[in-house]
T-cell receptor, first 112, second 110 residues
Framework: EPEVTQTPSHQVTQMGQEVILRCVPI?????FYWYRQILGQKVEFLVS????????KSEIFDDQFSVERPDGSNFTLKIRSTKLEDSAMYFC??????????FGPGTRLLVL | GENVEQHPSTLSVQEGDSAVIKCTYS??????FPWYKQELGKRPQLIID?????GEKKDQRIAVTLNKTAKHFSLHITETQPEDSAVYFC?????????FGAGTTVTVRA
C-alpha cells in the first residue's frame, strides 16, 4: 500500500501548457518532497515542503515550478509552461521518521 | 551540493551468488544513507538505510556498510534470487534532501 497517492498516473500535454500534479497523503505529515526521474536516469530532488512552506529547492525548480497545499491536505506541483524536457516521472515523497522518505507511485508526464 | 557516485552501472550475477554495489559521497555533513530498489515502471522502494552513527546494518539477505572517514557506503545482497533483478539507487542526505547515485542495474541469472 503506497504511503501517498498521486494523480493523475499519466498526463499527456502540449508544450507550453500548464499541468498540475497532485499528491495525497494517507495520513498527516509535515514534510513533503517532489522528485523527478527522466526516463533511464537517476532520481533528482526538486523541492521540499515543510509546514506549508518551501524549505529547500534545487536548481531544476525554477520559476516555471510552484508547489502548494491548497486545502491543507493535497499537495500539488504546478508546471506553468511545460517544455519537452519536462517529460519525466514525478514522484511525491513524504517522511515518516526523520529522513526516511517513502515515494508515491508517481505521475508519468509526457510533453509533446 | 552533495555529489553521489555509484558503481558499477550494471551488474550480472548468478543466482545464489552475492552482489555488491558501492557509492561514494562528497559532503562530509551527510548523515543518512538509504538504498532504493526500482523495478521497471515502478516507484523507488526503500529497502534499507543507515545513519552516520552506525557502521553496518543487516536485514535478512541485505546489508549496508558505511565508512564515514572514506565517505563511502556499500550494499551487499547475499544469496541472490531472480526477484532481486532491478535498478538499485543509493542516496545521501544531511538536510532531508536526498541526492541519488546514477543507479545500478542488477540482473540475476537463473
Amino acid at each position: 500500500e503506497p504511503e501517498v497517492t498521486q494523480t493523475p498516473s499519466h498526463q499527456v500535454t502540449q508544450m507550453g501548457q500548464e499541468v498540475i500534479l497532485r499528491c495525497v497523503p494517507i495520513s498527516n505529515h509535515l514534510y513533503f518532497y517532489w522528485y523527478r526521474q527522466i526516463l533511464g536516469q537517476k532520481v533528482e530532488f526538486l523541492v521540499s515542503f515543510y509546514n506549508n512552506e518551501i524549505s529547500e529547492k534545487s536548481e531544476i525548480f525554477d520559476d516555471q515550478f510552484s508547489v502548494e497545499r491548497p486545502d491543507g491536505s493535497n499537495f500539488t506541483l504546478k508546471i506553468r509552461s511545460t517544455k519537452l524536457e519536462d517529460s519525466a516521472m514525478y514522484f511525491c515523497a513524504r517522511d515518516r521518521v526523520q529522513e526516511t522518505q517513502y515515494f508515491g507511485p508517481g505521475t508519468r508526464l509526457l510533453v509533446l | 551540493g552533495e555529489n553521489v557516485e555509484q558503481h558499477p552501472s550494471t551488474l550480472s550475477v548468478q543466482e545464489g551468488d552475492s552482489a555488491v554495489i558501492k557509492c561514494t559521497y562528497s559532503d562530509s555533513a551527510s548523515n543518512y544513507f538509504p538504498w532504493y530498489k526500482q523495478e521497471l515502471g515502478k516507484r523507488p522502494q526503500l529497502i534499507i538505510d543507515i545513519r552516520s552513527n552506525v557502521g553496518e546494518k543487516k536485514d535478512q539477505r541485505i546489508a549496508v556498510t558505511l565508512n564515514k572517514t572514506a565517505k563511502h557506503f556499500s550494499l551487499h545482497i547475499t544469496e541472490t534470487q531472480p526477484e532481486d533483478s532491478a535498478v538499485y539507487f543509493c542516496a545521501a542526505s544531511n538536510d532531508y534532501k536526498l541526492s541519488f547515485g546514477a543507479g545500478t542495474t542488477v540482473t540475476v541469472r537463473a
